[in-house]
T-cell receptor, first 113, second 111 residues
């Protein structure tokens, strides 16, 4: 089965703890993205990567970190510096083909207790 | 001003109605226009993808782009209860690059 997987589906963490969200794809896509979705605000870009070992900040990168050590994987760490981390986190991937667009994983719901 | 504006709704229609969903945008450099459908607590799935101005039809769905007015639309014909979801417009300057999303319109189709 080809696609994008995110784990876990639901995640709870205490304030002050770092947590890492997993995103894996077996579509052989070069580009990967992390978005955050809050009610009434659509999707906002956190980080993206178009090649292994390289990534760029999106619009709301503060309090987050990423790595891209393998083409298939793009984990997102939500650090204790993120002021309001409770949200729905979505990972996406895409080829660099000019006729293609982004495809999304099922998402991870993070709740800070 | 947001780069992409979308009426969040909620929009409620009877089964069989024609639904019109719309977005406006401000950056004339945008060239690629997408509509995603998102069911509750799921990831968005690509519904329609168009480049530049014009219409594109796929079954009951028609996407329309008017670059002169900076206005995009999604029409759903013969709407079904299974169409109940949030519809997100997304726009980019170049394909494969970062997308700018509208905030989504929540649609309910009542049987």
């Amino acid at each position: 089965d080809g696609g994008i997987t995110q784990s876990p589906k639901y995640l709870f963490r205490k304030e002050g703890q770092n947590v890492t969200l997993s995103c894996e794809q077996n579509l052989n896509h070069d580009a990967m993205y992390w978005y955050r979705q809050d009610p009434g605000q659509g999707l906002r870009l956190i980080y993206y990567s178009q090649i292994v070992n390289d990534f760029q900040k999106g619009d709301i990168a503060e309090g987050y970190s990423v790595s891209r050590e393998k083409k298939e994987s793009f984990p997102l760490t939500v650090t204790s510096a993120q002021k309001n981390p409770t949200a729905f986190y979505l990972c996406a991937s895409a080829t660099l083909d000019p006729t293609d667009t982004q495809y999304f994983g099922p998402g991870t719901r993070l709740t800070v207790l | 001003q947001k780069e992409v504006e979308q009426d969040p709704g909620p929009l409620s229609v009877p089964e069989g109605a024609i639904v019109s969903l719309n977005c406006t945008y401000s950056n004339s450099a945008f060239q690629y226009f997408m509509w995603y459908r998102q069911y509750s607590r799921k990831g968005p799935e690509l519904l329609m993808y168009t480049y530049s101005s014009g219409n594109k039809e796929d079954g009951r769905f028609t996407a329309q782009v008017d670059k002169s007015s900076k206005y995009i639309s999604l029409f759903i014909r013969d709407s079904q209860p299974s169409d109940s979801a949030t519809y997100l417009c997304a726009i980019s300057e170049t394909s494969g690059s970062r997308l700018t999303f509208g905030e989504g319109t929540q649609l309910t189709v009542n049987p």
